[in-house]
């Protein structure tokens, strides 16, 4: 299968969601969604297994990855307030669950290995694996090789001694009786094989019936998408690097907001209309959270009470350092971090953990010079576009690239964002963003005490100063010096140079300073 180009909405700008990582609690959400697809009767038991050497191993359970896996598993969206609870529901329905670290082969730092078991004696073992941002891959399946992420309908045919000539023609045969296959593939071991077919919309229950009387099939199941925008073949997009962005751009008088909307009708296959509508509510829903958190946040095992308030205080007190919209993005941003903290509905964007610097800013930014929703919501849009380019060339996962790729990469969207608030031309926005991801090459991911509070705030805080700094700069004129293609690849690049240690495991950096480990035996006890 061709990858599929990034969307703004699947890997930028979302998911809605609780918890405090995307990369842990909305993407083991969609995990378990897909995996109790696979089964017909009750769950009756999960095992999973983390391997030592990678992130889930230390993280798991600070991160929320075992709510967010129990959470998909009893269908919850990773937006539902049951989601929290999700373990305790899990008890109560007789459900076993337990989490393993185990020492085998994997190459990607957030790997679930995982084996289900229903009360109809049903039992499927998978691996998948957390790509960042809420993005998942499953990679196997029964010991074979699929590539499944949530954005098709599929359907997966289960065979036993077949050789791989029976699979050929087997999959021709089903390409003529079934119109509009996206996608088909197949592969084999062990005298076991396994053929998957990609479609948009839901296979027939006729054909699924001929699929399963078929003498050599043991099993048929069908996966329902679980990403918000669907995937289909030969989706071309209008531009897949800010180069050829700032060309499409340059020649249709587009700014970095249009350029958007565009790329993203054409790679959903919606109208931009509804592109525009989307991203609105996604604008308005991150603004209630903003206030939500301005209005005071409580929860347990908690590292930071609520301080957002504490600026507009003492900002009219007269007590802090004058700068309108600089107090009112750190306000905005403590207070969409707060509302994380608490298990509030929030919008990773990029990602849960810098769930507050690009929101914050473009928000705080947008009420301090007193501009509409629709103004807001073009700026995001415009972020957005910059974000696709990091999703498709480097990454947004900490545990691969460390906090630059989560905070750094908000920092760069949100520049671009601001430019466009501030109505700049394409190329200042491009050049801004491009400036402020210079700005934090080699940021590392040391979360204290296994909770995504310090000083995940403080970058999240830094995300937007440097966003702020480096708007003005690109309005003034100032030369970035470095394209903005060339700047991603260098993080990506300096990204895999880091130690794990410094990508999110908790085994460095702040996380393991004597106050950090008296904090975190203070939660645990």
Known sequence: MVKQPASIFNDVI??????????HVAAAARMGKLIRQMVNGNLKEVIVD?????SLATTYHGHGSDMGLVGGL???EPSDP????????AIKQGIKVSFNIVDYPAEHPNTYRMKVISDQSEEVHLTAISVGGGMIEVQIIEDLSVSIAGDFYETLIFYKDVDEQDLITYVKDIEKQITNIDYSDYSIKNNVSIINLKTGYEISNEFITEFKNIKKVTKVIQLAPVLPIGSRKDCVVPFITAKEMLKVGQAENLDLAELAVLYESKRGNISKEEVFDKMKEIVLLMKKSIEDGLKGTSYENRILGPQAWMIEKKANEGKLIPGNVVNAIISSVTSMMEVKSSMGVFVAAPTAGS??????????????????????T???LAAGMIGVFIAEHATFAAEVGGCQVECGAGSGMAAGGLVQLGGGTLTQGVDAASMALQNILGMVCDPVADRVEVPCLGKNVMAGMNALACANMALAGFDKVIPLDETIDAMFKVGKMLPSELRCTGCGGLSITETAQTIYKEINK
């Open 355 to 376: 769930c507050g610097g690009l929101p914050g800013t473009i928000i705080g930014t947008a009420n301090e010079m007193g501009l509409s929703i629709d103004d807001a």
């Open 50 to 54: 983390f391997e030592p050497k990678g």
């Open 82 to 89: 049951k989601l929290t609870s999700s373990l305790e529901e």
């Open 14 to 23: 979302g998911p809605v969601m609780r918890g405090p990582s995307s990369s």
């Open 378 to 380: 073009k700026a995001m």
């Open 74 to 76: 009893l269908n919850f």
